[in-house]
């Protein structure tokens, strides 16, 4: 079977994924960039513009595996944009422009479904009111065998942890402290148990860790 995977989920040092006061202008809230600090210089982002530049090394190591492999996406609908509630603005069609970097179907988990969205190359986002494991169902018969990737954010994570439905998942762990946001590991206390951890440092200060369910 297909695995599901997270990939590039960086995290700061108090355990918060995102900002607070997510906006239009700010997509991690107060955070700004600084989760991603370590990703936006390697090459493998630097491709996703197109763009033949970049860094090598051990971030470029991690952030490049995010794409083999996959064959359909999971987000939560604030990984696809800022509205809360009934949708105001169907027009809004994410953070991407008009060729997003995913490339495959993209489930948009939220509790206002809405038409789906067909963009260029290849990308077609489906707004679906689902359960992880209902939704999982619709991705991985999306994926024709491939794998699954969970895109985020933080909440969308958690509730595929809680439902122990992660097979593999790479956290950037940031030299940083937010203070307040959107935490990863609320409600997960022993999640150790079922993966075995790998970690690996960066000059960049980031601690890649690698969760692989045992």
Same mark, same amino acid.
């Given at each position: 079977? #297909?695995?599901?995977?997270? !990939?590039?989920?960086?995290?700061? *040092?108090? @355990? $918060?994924?995102?900002?607070?006061?997510?906006?239009?202008?700010?997509? $991690?809230?107060?955070? %700004?960039?600084?989760? +991603?600090?370590?990703?936006?210089?390697?090459?493998?982002?630097?491709?996703?513009?197109?763009?033949?530049?970049?860094?090598? %090394?051990?971030?470029?190591?991690?952030?490049?595996?995010?794409?083999?492999?996959?064959?359909?996406?999971? +987000?939560?609908?604030?990984?696809?944009?800022?509205?809360?509630?009934?949708? #105001?603005?169907?027009?809004?069609?994410?953070?991407?422009?008009?060729?997003?970097?995913?490339?495959?179907?993209? $489930?948009?988990? &939220? !509790? !206002?479904?809405?038409?789906?969205?067909? +963009?260029? @190359?290849?990308?077609?986002?489906?707004?679906?009111?689902?359960?992880?494991?209902?939704?999982?169902?619709?991705?991985?018969?999306?994926?024709?065998?491939?794998?699954?990737?969970?895109?985020?954010?933080?909440?969308?994570?958690?509730?595929?942890?809680?439902?122990?439905?992660?097979?593999?998942? !790479?956290?950037?762990?940031?030299?940083?402290? *937010? @203070?307040?946001?959107?935490? /990863?590991?609320? @409600? *997960?206390?022993? *999640?150790?148990?079922?993966?075995?951890?790998?970690?690996? &440092?960066?000059?960049?200060?980031? &601690?890649? /860790?690698? $969760?692989?369910?045992?």
């Amino acid at each position: 079977m #297909s695995k599901v995977r997270v !990939h590039n989920l960086a995290v700061s *040092l108090d @355990g $918060f994924a995102t900002g607070d006061g997510q906006s239009l202008e700010a997509p $991690f809230g107060h955070a %700004g960039g600084r989760l +991603m600090e370590w990703f936006f210089p390697t090459r493998a982002f630097q491709s996703m513009n197109g763009k033949d530049a970049g860094s090598e %090394g051990v971030d470029n190591a991690y952030a490049a595996a995010w794409g083999p492999g996959i064959g359909a996406e999971i +987000m939560g609908r604030n990984k696809f944009g800022p509205q809360r509630g009934p949708w #105001s603005d169907e027009e809004w069609k994410g953070w991407w422009g008009d060729n997003p970097p995913f490339h495959t179907p993209v $489930f948009v988990l &939220t !509790h !206002h479904p809405r038409p789906t969205l067909e +963009m260029d @190359g290849g990308n077609t986002f489906h707004f679906v009111d689902a359960s992880p494991a209902e939704v999982l169902a619709q991705a991985r018969e999306a994926a024709g065998g491939l794998d699954v990737r969970i895109g985020g954010g933080p909440s969308t994570v958690r509730q595929f942890l809680a439902a122990d439905l992660i097979d593999h998942m !790479h956290v950037a762990l940031v030299p940083i402290v *937010l @203070g307040r946001g959107v935490r /990863l590991w609320d @409600g *997960l206390e022993s *999640l150790e148990s079922r993966f075995t951890i790998e970690s690996v &440092t960066s000059p960049s200060g980031v &601690t890649h /860790l690698t $969760f692989t369910r045992r």
